[in-house]
């Protein structure tokens, strides 16, 4: 059960300190003593003669600090972006804006793992979702490095599935479904709306789904077809 707030008890020690302290007597209509159209500020009288040698000291100082403070930040930046902005190009379009992304967010979680003020838990949690960000911006941009290497080495790390061809008498064709050799028959799921999936063999020129020579196998494969 959720805790809720009581009111105060009438003539509590508490309510009459609040009812003593709020007393705005002095703001009355008995008190007033003029009136007038015009801007919060007409009787703020500024004269800069006035002002102390130490405040003028101080303002100067902080004016300092700031441009100071902006003139690191560029230098810092130019040492940071320096090899994003040497590798964009203007025809990456999109890939060249989620590079410019990886690259604010990175700097922004180190700045964050260092330096964070907020609750750990408040932390953590911005952290991980950093990361999280920063790991879909890279296969975004680049899944699985496909654009830079050569397509026997991609076909390497992924396994060989292949489709259930059907060929027709009006001289159609159509594929269906991914399937990896296992034994004598294969291991797949179908296409379509209701897909059977499981360990396949032909049986009379049909492909039927029927009993695995080795379910541990079957069950490994499906998983992996899944993953991939």
């Given at each position: 059960?959720?805790?809720?707030?009581?009111?105060?008890?009438?003539?509590?020690?508490?309510?009459?300190?609040?009812?003593?302290?709020?007393?705005?007597?002095?703001?009355?209509?008995?008190?007033?003593?003029?009136?007038?159209?015009?801007?919060?500020?007409?009787?703020?009288?500024?004269?800069?003669?006035?002002?102390?040698?130490?405040?003028?000291?101080?303002?100067?100082?902080?004016?300092?600090?700031?441009?100071?403070?902006?003139?690191?930040?560029?230098?810092?930046?130019?040492?940071?972006?320096?090899?994003?902005?040497?590798?964009?190009?203007?025809?990456?379009?999109?890939?060249?804006?989620?590079?410019?992304?990886?690259?604010?967010?990175?700097?922004?979680?180190?700045?964050?793992?260092?330096?964070?003020?907020?609750?750990?838990?408040?932390?953590?949690?911005?952290?991980?979702?950093?990361?999280?960000?920063?790991?879909?911006?890279?296969?975004?941009?680049?899944?699985?490095?496909?654009?830079?290497?050569?397509?026997?080495?991609?076909?390497?790390?992924?396994?060989?599935?292949?489709?259930?061809?059907?060929?027709?008498?009006?001289?159609?064709?159509?594929?269906?479904?991914?399937?990896?050799?296992?034994?004598?028959?294969?291991?797949?799921?179908?296409?379509?709306?209701d897909p059977r999936e499981g360990y396949?063999?032909?049986?009379?020129?049909?492909?039927?789904?029927?009993?695995?020579?080795?379910?541990?196998?079957?069950?490994?494969?499906?998983a992996e077809l899944r993953q991939y």
């Amino acid at each position: 059960m959720l805790l809720q707030s009581k009111p105060l008890a009438i003539g509590s020690k508490l309510e009459k300190e609040l009812t003593e302290s709020a007393d705005h007597s002095g703001f009355s209509p008995d008190n007033v003593e003029s009136q007038y159209i015009g801007s919060f500020f007409d009787d703020f009288k500024y004269d800069s003669h006035k002002i102390s040698l130490k405040t003028r000291l101080e303002w100067a100082w902080r004016d300092l600090k700031g441009k100071y403070h902006d003139m690191r930040y560029r230098i810092r930046n130019r040492r940071v972006w320096r090899k994003t902005l040497n590798e964009i190009r203007p025809w990456e379009g999109f890939h060249g804006l989620l590079t410019v992304m990886q690259t604010h967010l990175r700097d922004y979680l180190e700045i964050e793992e260092k330096y964070s003020h907020t609750a750990e838990e408040e932390r953590n949690r911005c952290i991980a979702s950093l990361k999280e960000t920063l790991s879909l911006l890279e296969r975004m941009n680049d899944p699985d490095e496909y654009y830079h290497r050569r397509k026997e080495a991609v076909d390497d790390r992924y396994p060989k599935y292949k489709s259930l061809i059907t060929h027709y008498k009006n001289g159609g064709s159509s594929t269906s479904g991914d399937f990896v050799a296992q034994g004598g028959g294969w291991v797949g799921q179908e296409a379509g709306k209701d897909p059977r999936e499981g360990y396949f063999e032909f049986i009379n020129g049909e492909f039927e789904l029927t009993e695995s020579p080795d379910q541990t196998e079957t069950d490994r494969l499906l998983a992996e077809l899944r993953q991939y």
